[in-house]
């Protein structure tokens, strides 16, 4: 079944420092998805990227999907305390398959 | 707009014993779904719904039933409780009936413990 993987698990940065997460998939994707979840709430969207190659900003927050539709990443510019959280990727295979989500990137910022 | 509710937040349970976490959203959403949360993970399906009367398994199903009789709510239920049930169960729902090419809105979480 597809799967889809995250790196690291966990990353410890210097307030000011770039960070990035990798979600790889096994298979072919439709869509990307990533969600950020503070520490004890819940999941809540950022973005979705639909389009081969397709870069999106947010203020410091840049989202990327590979020209294959296969990988996508996330890079945050300058990491702030208010970062601190874990980060999901979401992968669609399309049709009337589900999100799987891959296991998350624990981000924490030493301020 | 409430968005998803979930309730209760907190709950500890004896293995055996069985409950209901509920979930609701008034946002008119077809597709509906429950996660759980594990350390290191990330956030498994355990079922979901495209629609009033219409359920189905996710990756993992065993120990856990749904029921989907309106629009607005979606209950899972625990049958009898396991230590492995011991997790944080996450509500979600989203206008794409397929769940996966618009946002999801989750819920604030249920903490079950079961001893």
């Known amino acids: 079944g597809q799967q889809v993987m995250q790196i690291p698990q966990y990353q410890h940065v210097q307030e000011g420092e770039d960070f990035t997460t990798y979600c790889n998939s096994s298979?072919?994707?439709?869509?990307i998805q990533w969600y950020k979840q503070r520490p004890g709430g819940h999941p809540v969207f950022l973005i979705q990227?639909?389009?081969?190659?397709e870069v999106k900003k947010q203020k410091r927050l840049t989202f990327q999907f590979g020209e294959a539709k296969k990988n996508s990443s996330l890079h945050i510019t300058a990491t702030q305390t208010t970062d601190v959280g874990t980060y999901f990727c979401?992968?669609?295979?399309?049709?009337?398959?589900?999100?799987?989500f891959g296991k998350g990137t624990k981000l924490s910022v030493k301020p | 707009n409430a968005g998803v509710t979930q309730t209760p937040k907190f709950q500890v349970l004896k293995t055996g014993q069985s409950m209901t976490l509920q979930c609701a959203q008034d946002?008119?959403?077809?597709?509906m779904s429950w996660y759980r949360q594990d350390p290191g993970m990330g956030l498994r399906l355990i079922h979901y719904?495209?629609?009033?009367?219409?359920?189905d398994q996710g990756e993992v199903p065993n120990g856990y039933n749904v029921s989907r009789s309106t629009t607005e709510d979606f209950p899972l239920r625990l049958l009898s409780a396991a230590p492995s049930q011991t997790s944080v169960y996450f509500c979600?729902?989203?206008?794409?009936?397929?769940?996966?090419?618009?946002?999801?809105?989750f819920g604030p979480g249920t903490r079950l413990l079961v001893l």
């Open positions: 979600a729902s989203s206008p794409d009936v397929s769940g996966g090419r618009e946002t999801q809105y």
């Open positions: 298979t072919t994707l439709s869509n």
């Open positions: 990227l639909v389009k081969s190659g």
């Open positions: 979401a992968g669609h295979g399309g049709s009337q398959g589900n999100l799987i």
């Open positions: 946002m008119n959403h077809e597709y």
């Open positions: 719904s495209v629609g009033a009367g219409i359920t």
